[in-house]
């Protein structure tokens, strides 16, 4: 695992923050109802702060292996533009991200939970993961939230970013004033 140092580094050199959805901005579960309508819970907290984190000049985005309306919607209502939802297989979405972007690896923060982020996680200038993200993901990204998934893991990660970008305790400020 990288040290400190080297994870504020990456942190500095973000532009973009991309999450996977299913496992980090929700806890993964998936609530079917009997006519076909999908629920998701997503923490208010983690919209907060991608709200802060958008004020701050970062872009956020959502790339989700499995398609959603409840995903599409919470996009949405954050005001997020880069929203894809694909199959399993995230490589090729990532690459048309960083293409409609114009930005490479290294100004990317992504955090996923399981095996399929894998492919894009070992591509990205800072790999994170929620508390509770199978294990297999924790041992191989540069950082790991003290939170799980949908409680607060990508809340962790925005103040990550900023305060290694010397933005966080201006942040808090602005709200005692």
């Known amino acids: 695992m990288p040290s400190p140092d080297t994870v504020e580094t990456r942190a500095k050199a973000i532009r973009l923050i991309l999450l996977d959805v299913d496992g980090v901005l929700t806890d993964g579960t998936v609530y079917l109802g009997a006519s076909g309508e999908e629920f998701k819970g997503f923490s208010i907290r983690d919209g907060a702060a991608i709200q802060i984190a958008k004020r701050e000049g970062l872009m956020v985005g959502l790339l989700s292996g499995r398609p959603s309306g409840a995903t599409a919607r919470r996009a949405a209502e954050l005001g997020l533009t880069v929203v894809k939802q694909t199959g399993p297989d995230k490589r090729q979405a990532y690459r048309e991200i960083l293409d409609e972007l114009a930005i490479d690896d290294a100004a990317v923060a992504y955090m996923g939970d399981d095996l399929l982020d894998l492919p894009v996680l070992g591509r990205v200038g800072l ?25 607060g893991a990508v809340r962790e990660l925005v103040e990550l970013i900023l305060r290694a970008r010397g933005r966080w305790q201006p942040i808090v400020e602005g709200y005692l004033a």
């Open 127 to 151: 790999s994170t993961a929620p508390a509770d993200a199978a294990p297999d993901v924790r041992s191989r990204v540069h950082w790991v939230a003290g939170a799980p998934g949908g409680r």
